[in-house]
């Protein structure tokens, strides 16, 4: 019996630490992701009107592209790599 209970602590003590590196992780990816928000939006402030709107929605599109290059293209330009 006491050889059951010492696995069933060591599994418990398992899924803790990996519950605890799935929590650590998650709260790392929402400050990236407040981080990389900040970015776009210092990026749309530089424009007004129109070209606001479209540095934000390309900005976007680039992130759901997993495209970096574009993203950084767009908040040093304003536009994307075919120009728009």
Known sequence: LKHVFSGLQ???GD????YNKRANNHQQLLAQLKEVNMMI???AKLRLG???TRVVAA????I????IHEL???IRTG???SGN
């Open 72 to 74: 950084f293209q767009i």
């Open 50 to 52: 129109t070209p606001k």
């Open 79 to 81: 536009q994307d790599t």
């Open 10 to 12: 060591q599994t418990n």
């Open 41 to 43: 939006q210092k990026a």
């Open 64 to 67: 759901k592209k997993n495209n």
């Open 59 to 62: 900005c976007r599109q680039a």
């Open 15 to 18: 899924l803790i630490a990996e």
